[in-house]
């Protein structure tokens, strides 16, 4: 079976299209996403509608869980949540019903793996060292944990006697290739579809081949320009505008 993995996809549709067409040529048979459906970028319904309707088993994010009105924005600086007030009014009732019911994670997804959106002690934390991870790698015992939220590709491993070692930071290649042990536990993030940050504009993704046991993380150029005259067209933060130009 090969799931394709999407995180952080927040409302960027060029960059979740041009994920989609590079993971079919490289052949995918489900979608799983790690939350933040929408957030930050112009085109929330659209994102919302395109993941349902590829059947995708998502879990919410802390931008989801605000823009559906489950929680206010108190701890997103003035930029992000400029967004997530004008995502909540643009999101139609529907998509708004469809983030409400999105489970919280851990979710299990079957084959020894799990969801969270930023980590296993809680959805807003972030993994983005190895004392991050030892946090989570505490709290389970699951072979696989995907996440998001850090919007940097990554992958952490626990082996049998603890020893925490962060084995991918970045990769600049369009597709990189990471073999799974039965022996070791992960904590993998896919990096960013809408809002990369690890200073590589280009969109990330990963297919998990879990009868290969196999990762491979993949870049997919998209038309950046495209979706800035977007953002610019509904008056969303020239911060969030200008921050696609760098990854960051």
């Known amino acids: 079976m090969r799931r394709l993995l999407l995180s952080d996809i927040h409302a960027n549709m060029e960059a979740m299209d041009a994920c989609l067409a590079r993971a079919g040529e490289a052949g995918f048979d489900s979608v799983i996403c790690c939350g933040d459906i929408v957030g930050y970028g112009p085109e929330p319904n659209e994102a919302v509608e395109k993941l349902e309707a590829l059947k995708a088993v998502s879990i919410r994010g802390n931008h989801d869980r605000v823009a559906c009105g489950q929680d206010e924005p108190t701890g997103f600086n003035p930029h992000a949540k400029a967004a997530a007030f004008w995502t909540r009014d643009t999101l139609i009732e529907k998509n708004h019903a469809y983030l409400r019911a999105l489970p919280v994670g851990p979710l299990d997804i079957g084959d020894g793996a799990q969801l969270v959106h930023g980590a296993v002690t809680d959805e807003d934390d972030y993994i983005m060292s190895e004392s991050h991870a030892a946090e989570s790698f505490a709290l389970t015992e699951t072979h696989l944990t995907f996440f998001g939220h850090s919007h940097h590709p990554a992958v952490y491993t626990c082996d049998r006697s603890g020893n925490i070692v962060e084995e991918l930071q970045k990769h600049a290649e369009d597709s990189i290739t990471t073999h799974l042990r ?32 196999r990762l491979e993380f993949y870049r997919a150029e998209y038309p950046v320009e495209l979706t800035q005259e977007k953002m610019e067209k509904v008056g969303l933060p020239h911060y969030l505008i200008e921050r696609l130009t760098y990854g960051r």
Do not use: C, H, K
């Open 182 to 213: 039965n022996d070791m536990r992960y904590l993998i993030n896919p990096g960013s579809v809408g809002q990369p940050r690890d200073g590589n504009t280009r969109s990330a993704f990963l297919i998990w081949d879990s009868d290969e046991l």
